[in-house]
């Protein structure tokens, strides 16, 4: 089971969870592929508001849409937007419903070097000045030592490891299971 602010989440639909607080990304973006950019965002926006909130979802969308520096207009179709735009459009929608905690599930998956540290300087931002809890599911250790705190590393579903990125990755388990002592040489 999941419990998130004393409530069981397990299997509760999207928009449940979006109003608890709870919002994600995708590892392969799911957009709404004929709406709008900004369209796809007030998703987000409209499932996350609180009720009787005076802000409205398109003001919402447009603020998490210049939130994330989204490079395109605003009523571009999201089946026209290519990766790095889609994890953008993404990270927008997740943002734009006010969560308390945000999962991130390998949001750095398919980007080019200068596209990661794009996303990682946002998702630091993000960090910083919005007050949202974050959960990234990442395989990029860079990622991983350039934005987390805290590591819990899992194997077949059970915990082997966790701590500071620089004690998670000198952990003999962790080396064996996912880094190889290769990886731990060169950090």
């Not at 599930?105 to 398919?110: H, I, K, R, T, Y």
């Not at 805290?150 to 004690?167: C, F």
């Amino acid at each position: 089971t999941v419990h998130f602010a004393g409530q069981d989440t397990t299997g509760a639909p999207a928009e449940v969870m979006c109003r608890r607080g709870l919002s994600r990304t995708f590892q392969i973006p799911r957009p709404f592929p004929k709406l709008t950019a900004v369209e796809n965002v007030m998703v987000g926006a409209v499932f996350g508001a609180e009720h009787g909130s005076r802000t409205p979802a398109r003001k919402r969308a447009l603020e998490a849409l210049d939130f994330v520096q989204f490079p395109l207009d605003i009523n571009t179709p999201a089946e026209r937007l290519n990766a790095v735009q889609l994890k953008r459009l993404d990270l927008a929608r997740a943002i734009a419903c006010g969560p308390k905690l945000l999962f991130l599930d390998e949001l750095a998956s398919g980007l080019t070097p200068g596209e990661l540290d794009a996303m990682m300087a946002l998702i630091l931002r993000i960090r910083d000045t919005m007050g949202v809890g974050m959960i990234v599911v990442e395989h990029i250790m860079k990622v991983i030592t350039g934005i987390c705190e805290r590591v819990l590393v899992i194997q077949y579903g059970t915990p082997i490891a966790q701590g500071t990125p620089q004690e998670v990755m000198a952990n003999p388990k962790v080396i064996e299971a996912y880094l190889g002592q290769e990886v731990v040489a060169d950090a």
